[in-house]
């Protein structure tokens, strides 16, 4: 079920959203070449300590997972898209990081995701996370009140496509709420003009997230978890929290 939300809700969302945005930038200003990912994860938990908030991601086991998540945030490092879990490894010069956060406020929930590098960049990858995020931009245009999931779908999905990049629809974006994931789905490729009207008061997470190698094969971990391109191309995951209003998209996960 669809559940639209007030002014007065998406309000207490953007407060959700504001931690999710503070504790992303936490985690990127400490992040540095030889740190752990598990010390990424203390600053997080840090952040969402001191704002008084929750993790929806600490112990959060659906269907296709063998055990709970045991972390705050996922570390996706190189060819990991999606779902990394922190652990001992040191970030090396050149990784491509992507960090995922949700934060629940006062019983409302905020999700969003950064791509970035470390140390010396490789042009590649700098061209993959700039692929990532104009397709979260087009997206987050394209849903607009009276407007189809499709479209965001499309959008998305046409600028991975002109960018080489090999996308997924297993995983994607997502309505928000009172819980991390609600309905809809927001796939990242779709036709244009199909799927659920938008509606105001709807709240979703729109999120991109592209392999470099072209190809759309993934593979799982033996963690259960950690979503990696079949290939070992690079990969890059962003996302923002966003609600559809009379007066255009407005994001909830920023500062």
Same mark, same amino acid.
């Given at each position: ?8 809700? #998406?309000?207490?969302?953007?407060? =959700? ?11 990127? =200003? ?7 990912? &598990?010390?990424?994860?203390?600053? =997080? ?36 898209? *999606? ?7 040191? *970030? ?11 934060? &629940?406020?006062?019983? @409302?929930?905020?999700?969003? +995701?950064?791509?970035? &590098?470390?140390?010396?960049?490789? +042009? ?10 104009? =397709?979260?931009?087009?997206? $987050? ?67 991109? @997230?592209? *392999? ?12 259960? @978890?950690? *979503? ?15 609600? $559809? ?5 407005? #994001?909830?996960?920023?500062?």
């Amino acid at each position: 079920m669809v559940e639209l939300k007030t002014p007065d809700e #998406i309000d207490a969302m953007r407060a =959700a959203g504001r931690v999710v945005a503070q504790a992303l930038a936490a985690v990127r =200003a400490h992040a540095a070449v030889g740190l752990r990912l &598990t010390e990424l994860d203390e600053v =997080a938990r840090a952040v969402l300590t001191t704002a008084g908030a929750t993790s929806p991601f600490l112990g959060y086991q659906p269907s296709f997972a063998m055990s709970p998540f045991p972390a705050v945030i996922c570390t996706s490092v190189n060819d990991a898209a *999606l779902h990394g879990i922190p652990d001992g490894y040191r *970030l090396a010069d050149g990784d491509l990081l992507s960090i995922d956060c949700g934060a &629940t406020l006062d019983g @409302w929930t905020g999700d969003a +995701a950064i791509s970035f &590098t470390m140390g010396q960049p490789q +042009a590649d990858d700098l061209r993959l996370i700039e692929t990532a995020q104009s =397709a979260l931009a087009a997206g $987050i245009a394209a849903a607009v009140a009276g407007a189809r999931i499709g479209d965001i779908s499309a959008a998305i999905g046409e600028i991975g496509r002109k960018g080489g990049c090999g996308l997924s629809t297993d995983f994607g974006g997502h309505g928000v709420g009172r819980t991390m994931h609600e309905s809809p789905s927001v796939p990242n490729d779709g036709r244009a003009g199909r799927g659920m009207r938008l509606d105001p008061g709807l709240v979703i997470a729109i999120e991109p @997230w592209f *392999l470099a190698g072209g190809s759309d094969r993934y593979r799982i971990d033996k963690d259960g @978890w950690t *979503l990696r391109s079949a290939d070992g191309s690079r990969a890059a995951h962003v996302e923002h929290t966003i609600a $559809i209003t009379e007066d255009g998209p407005v #994001i909830l996960t920023a500062h």
